[in-house]
């Protein structure tokens, strides 16, 4: 089975957040609620973030897209920017909706059903694309040429919807093509991690 890449540059954080300030709008027993944006008050990056400790929600919203995430728990602030900084797969499993969460690019996918399709031999990889697609190729390069642009009509923003074709020549050289198939290529939205590594440093900032 396929999961989706988790790997991003941590440095692309610093760079954005390089002038943030955080500042602490309120903080009660109930809520905490923090403005994060840059020193000169651009809204370029700027993210507000609620914490609801009684109920355990996490709202993000601002510039970056919005999200909610829920542990149904009392939670610590100090405990919520660890789980959602230093397990971002976690964190996703907890959001309950969100502006962006997932994308998809069709070389990743193509990869990912290149990876899937290892084992089988380069002739059945032609064979079968070739039979489904009604069109000759003449080498495997050609499958996955011609695959990528399949499966760039195949991508609805963040969802990625294989067409009959895709199915069909992936199904036949693998029965078990399901487990993997309509996973290949996600990959966590950028945005998230900038949630997640956003509050972790405003909430040092503050002391918290």
Request: with cysteine; proline share 1%.
């Amino acid at each position: 089975m396929v999961s989706y890449n988790t790997q991003i540059d941590n440095t692309t954080f610093c760079e954005k957040f390089n002038t943030h300030k955080a500042t602490l709008i309120q903080d009660t027993d109930r809520y905490l609620i923090i403005d994060w944006r840059k020193a000169d008050g651009s809204g370029d990056y700027y993210v507000n973030y609620i914490v609801d400790k009684k109920r355990g929600s996490f709202i993000v919203s601002g510039d970056l897209g919005d999200s909610i995430a829920t542990w149904y728990h009392k939670i610590k602030p100090s405990d919520l920017k660890k789980y959602v900084k230093n397990d971002i797969e976690y964190y996703i499993s907890k959001i309950q909706t969100a502006s962006d969460l997932f994308y998809y690019d069709e070389k990743d996918v193509v990869e990912s059903i290149k990876y899937n399709l290892e084992d089988f031999d380069s002739d059945d990889i032609i064979s079968s694309y070739s039979d489904h697609s009604s069109c000759y190729m003449e080498s495997e390069d050609d499958v996955w040429e011609d695959l990528e642009h399949e499966v760039s009509n195949c991508i609805y923003g963040d969802k990625f919807i294989p067409s009959e074709l895709i199915v069909d020549f992936c199904s036949e050289l693998d029965t078990d093509y399901f487990e993997w198939l309509y996973d290949c290529g996600k990959r966590i939205h950028p945005r998230v991690y900038l949630w997640a590594e956003g509050f972790y440093r405003a909430c040092n900032q503050l002391g918290i």
